[in-house]
C-alpha cells in the first residue's frame, strides 16, 4: 500500500469540503476575512457550542446555520457529517475558540473525511499556545504542546513523570478552579526551581504574562484570587545528562594498548596500567600472564 495523497485543488469532486475554521481566542479583531467568508460560504457550521458560535455569527453578520459537534455527541453526529459531505455540503468546523481539534474537538471527523477522500481544508488562524509561547521569553522551539492534564491525581502526575526529562519547552492549558493544584503537581514533578510563564487572558483586556519559577507561580496562586483561563509555558529540564559510564577495557587488553600506543616495555606498562586502575602491580602482572 502506498502513501495517500489528497490534493485541496478545487477539480471535479462530488463530495462536499469540511473546512476548519479557528475563531478568536478573544479579540474578535482577530478573525481573518478568508474565516469570515468560509462561514459565510459553507452549507452549514458544525460548532462546539452552537450559542457561543452565534454571539460570533451574528457580529459578523453571518446567517449560515449550525449544529452542534462536541465531545458528548460525537458518536450521534460523526456518520451524520460525514454523510452530508458525502451529500456534497460544505461544512465548517469551529470550536469555542482557537484552533479546531487542538484541546477541542474536530479530530475525530477530520480522520473520517481523510478516510473517506473528503477534502480537509485548514484555514490558519488564532491558537492560544502558540501565541503564549511566543511572548514568553522562554526558548520557542523546539516545544511539546501537551494541553490539558488528568484531573485524576495518579494519571497527572504519570503524564508528568514522563515529561520530567524533556529538555524542551513544555506548554499545558488549565482552567482558573485547577490551577493551584497543577501547579503543585509541576512542582512535585519537575521541581520548583524550574522557570514558568502562565499567561492569562490571552488577546482580552485583562491580558497578562505572569513569569518566574514553580515556586514563585505557587505562591502567586495561593494569595489570589485566580480568574481566567490559563496557558503554562515550563522550561525544559537543564540538568546536564548524566554521563555513560565508560567500558573499561579488560586489564589484558589494557596492557597491550598502552605497549602498542606508547612502546613500552611490558613490565612498564603493567605498572602503569596497575596504578591506573588503583590496583596492586602483582595483579595485573598475574592477570597479563595468565597466572592464578
Not at 476575512?33 to 454571539?55: F, G, H, Y
Not at 446567517?63 to 455527541?73: G, L, M, P, V
Amino acid at each position: 500500500m502506498g502513501i495517500q495523497i489528497t490534493s485541496n485543488f478545487q477539480g471535479e469532486n462530488t463530495n462536499g469540503t469540511l473546512f476548519l475554521v479557528p475563531t478568536p481566542i478573544g479579540n474578535l479583531g482577530d478573525m481573518s476575512p478568508r474565516a469570515v467568508k468560509t462561514l459565510q460560504e459553507v452549507d452549514l457550521i458544525a460548532a462546539e457550542d452552537t450559542r457561543n458560535t452565534q454571539k460570533l455569527l451574528n457580529h459578523f453578520e453571518i446567517n449560515t446555520k449550525q449544529i452542534s459537534f462536541h465531545e458528548y455527541n460525537t458518536k450521534e453526529r460523526l456518520p451524520q457529517l460525514v454523510a452530508k459531505l458525502q451529500q456534497g455540503l460544505d461544512i465548517a468546523q469551529v470550536s469555542d475558540a482557537g484552533m479546531p481539534s487542538i484541546s477541542d474537538p474536530g479530530a475525530e471527523l477530520v480522520q473520517a473525511c481523510v478516510g473517506r477522500g473528503i477534502r480537509v481544508v485548514p484555514i490558519p488562524g488564532p491558537n492560544a499556545a502558540l501565541t503564549a509561547l511566543i511572548a514568553s521569553g522562554l526558548c520557542p522551539q523546539p516545544f511539546l504542546f501537551y494541553g490539558f492534564l488528568s484531573r485524576k491525581n495518579t494519571e497527572r502526575k504519570e503524564q508528568l513523570q514522563g515529561l520530567t526529562q524533556q529538555t524542551i519547552s513544555l506548554i499545558f492549558y488549565e482552567a482558573p478552579h485547577r490551577l493551584l493544584k497543577t501547579l503543585k503537581s509541576l512542582g512535585e514533578a519537575f521541581g520548583t526551581t524550574r522557570q514558568i510563564v502562565l499567561c492569562r487572558e490571552l488577546t482580552k483586556r485583562y491580558e497578562e504574562f505572569l513569569r518566574g519559577t514553580i515556586a514563585d507561580a505557587i505562591e502567586w496562586a495561593n494569595d489570589s484570587e485566580i480568574k481566567g483561563e490559563f496557558v503554562l509555558i515550563v522550561e525544559g529540564n537543564q540538568a546536564p545528562l548524566p554521563e555513560e559510564p565508560k567500558a573499561v577495557l579488560p586489564l589484558e587488553e589494557q596492557v597491550d594498548l598502552l605497549i602498542k600506543s606508547e612502546n613500552l616495555k611490558t613490565n612498564d606498562a603493567i605498572k602503569r596500567i596497575a596504578k591506573q586502575n588503583k590496583l596492586k602491580k602483582q595483579v595485573v602482572y598475574n592477570e597479563y600472564h595468565h597466572l592464578k
